[in-house]
């Protein structure tokens, strides 16, 4: 367990949960850790970057169980001197969930409960090491969501010497206060909404490459999302729980859109010889309406019977007078004729 004696830094961190061997299958798919059992007759993993170790899987304890806890992330704050910090945090109001404990050869810790409710624990190293990195798989935030923010700000002033860097004005939410030691960042501080129906706790952040290629994997392999991913001033962040339910976060700087490469000049060429315009065709003339049309054809079909019998009427006008003058004549020509032999006949007769 690789720790530093850096009063006031989170140095270490431990998953219990009721599945060691499925969460290390899922951290190592989502945040890139390295998983090696830690040895010492010990069922615990411990989870490796580049850097080194950051955290540890353990199997949540029986008692627990029993008493209905779930699976948690609890982040371990170094200290020079466990005892002395034990007896001023219960002074200022904290209770111990679990005395001072030996790890031998590598030194000793306690899990307390601020004021508020919250967990946490206190680690005093057996040898200084340096402080954590924040390359990839690295914690590299820390928040507290807690009933009183002033108040605990207080608590944590005194006991590790966090100082307020900044405050930001969420609205209906409350400040959201940035804490850190030494001038650096290490966290924030912000007011438990009502009805929420959580308590005060702490929720750490694991850097990644990509907050959105993290909740996707996650979501496949079976956590659920509570946030995210989202923009935050410091980048890009998605709140989850992982299959097993324990909180956690994953933290990204934000992907910056790289400016499009500047376009080469292009030579100017002469245009082309554009060929004549021929001219344009004549439009036909727009077709008449549906309608006029329609009342069109029915007073042409209305009218065309008595056209048509006017018609018939002029043409037997024009053409009887014909058809009955020559007739008349046929007729009357050949009774002439007739009657002017039969007369000649009767007076050669008298004649005789």
Not at 74 to 91: N, S
Not at 254 to 276: F, G, L, T
Not at 314 to 321: I, Y
């Amino acid at each position: 367990m690789s720790t530093t004696s850096n009063r006031g830094l989170f140095v270490w961190h431990d998953l219990m949960t009721t599945d060691p061997a499925a969460a290390a299958g899922f951290y190592g798919k989502v945040v890139g850790w390295e998983m090696k059992p830690w040895g010492h007759n010990v069922p615990y993993t411990l989870c490796l970057t580049a850097q080194g170790p950051v955290a540890g899987i353990g199997a949540l304890p029986e008692d627990a169980r029993a008493m209905g806890a779930s699976p948690y992330w609890l982040g371990y704050v170094a200290t020079p001197d466990l005892d002395a910090t034990i007896a001023q945090a219960t002074g200022l109001g904290a209770r111990v969930l679990k005395g001072a404990t030996v790890i031998e050869g590598t030194g000793r810790y306690a899990v307390l409960a601020d004021p508020q409710g919250a967990t946490f624990g206190v680690y005093t190293p057996a040898q200084p090491a340096p402080a954590p990195a924040g390359g990839r798989g690295q914690f590299v935030w820390h928040e507290l969501t807690t009933g009183d923010v002033e108040a605990a700000l207080g608590f944590y002033r005194a006991l590790f010497g966090w100082s307020e860097l900044n405050r930001m004005d969420m609205g209906a939410m409350g400040p959201y206060v940035i804490f850190g030691s030494d001038g650096v960042q290490r966290g924030g501080v912000y007011r438990r909404q009502e009805g929420s129906g959580s308590g005060s706790y702490w929720m750490a952040y694991a850097h990644v490459p990509s907050a959105d290629a993290a909740a996707r994997v996650a979501t496949r392999s079976g956590a659920r999302v509570l946030h995210g991913p989202a923009d935050i001033p410091g980048g890009r962040i998605t709140m989850m729980l992982d299959p097993q339910g324990a909180a956690i976060a994953v933290h990204s700087a934000r992907m910056e859109s790289k400016p499009a490469p500047a376009a080469k000049p292009v030579a100017k060429k002469k245009p082309a010889p554009q060929p004549k315009a021929k001219p344009a065709p004549k439009r036909k003339a727009a077709a008449k309406p549906k309608a006029e049309l329609k009342r069109k054809v029915a007073a042409k079909r209305k009218a065309a019977p008595a056209r048509r019998k006017a018609a018939v009427k002029k043409a037997v006008k024009r053409v009887a007078p014909q058809r009955r003058k020559p007739a008349r004549k046929a007729v009357r020509k050949p009774a002439r004729k007739v009657a002017r032999r039969t007369t000649r006949r009767k007076s050669a007769r008298r004649r005789r």
